[in-house]
């Protein structure tokens, strides 16, 4: 069975690719979104996590921490974007017939001209350096099968990173994954590096083939 169309396919019928709108608006593409993600963390963890112990009572922690730094996002933002930014965000375009619940992204930009396009953000918890399977599981099963970010040819995973080093996070993603992980220019001061791939995009869909996925290792714990 086909899913019926929702209000907002009605409403905007005709797709555009998120970065294209970043372009015509600034010609920093994708910097401007990590930029403001970036800030946020910097903002929540001066003021939430160098505040606590995240090795106590860490029950939720991932959708904790997903749920503090989204206002932190909003707060470094100017207000003039193209783009609002969103907890717990529906991918409607990837839904199956109801009553299955479509995806869910921990937090996504969406455009306001067109809110069926996003930019998502997904969250995983790395409780030590070592343990990525969730993390390259959740790209292999939903970011490079066009279940996530359908309409967008970026998008980013963030790692709260508890334990460990996130040089040898990134080394066992790049083993585990079998992708090469670079330094992204823009952010040479950050934990932060990109992935570039080739999704299989369902037939008779037109979503970005081309894809980048940034990798932005959060610590929890300062030193």
Not at 173 to 186: A, F, H, R, T
Not at 199 to 214: C, D, I, M, T, W
Request: aromatic residues 12%; proline residues 5%.
């Amino acid at each position: 069975m086909v899913a019926g169309q929702t209000y907002s396919e009605r409403r905007w019928p005709n797709i555009t690719e998120f970065n294209t709108v970043l372009r015509d608006w600034k010609q920093a593409g994708s910097t401007v979104l990590l930029t403001i993600v970036w800030k946020a963390y910097d903002r929540f963890f001066t003021e939430v996590l160098a505040q606590v112990d995240c090795y106590q009572d860490d029950e939720d922690l991932e959708r904790d921490i997903t749920q503090l730094l989204e206002p932190k996002m909003h707060e470094v933002m100017t207000g003039y974007e193209p783009f609002y930014v969103q907890h717990e965000s529906y991918e409607h375009e990837s839904r199956k017939v109801a009553p299955a619940q479509p995806p869910q992204y921990d937090i996504a930009f969406v455009l306001h001209s067109d809110p069926r396009v996003k930019w998502p953000l997904e969250a995983k918890v790395l409780r030590t350096s070592n343990k990525v399977a969730e993390y390259v599981d959740e790209i292999r099963t939903n970011f490079l099968t066009c279940r996530y970010s359908p309409f967008s040819s970026e998008a980013a995973m963030l790692g709260y990173l508890l334990d460990g080093d996130s040089d040898i996070a990134f080394k066992n993603i790049e083993d585990k994954g079998s992708w090469k992980l670079s330094q992204n220019l823009d952010f040479l001061d950050r934990e932060h590096r990109t992935s570039d791939h080739n999704r299989k995009v369902p037939e008779g869909k037109s979503y970005p083939a081309n894809f980048r996925l940034h990798h932005l290792i959060f610590r929890l714990r300062s030193g």
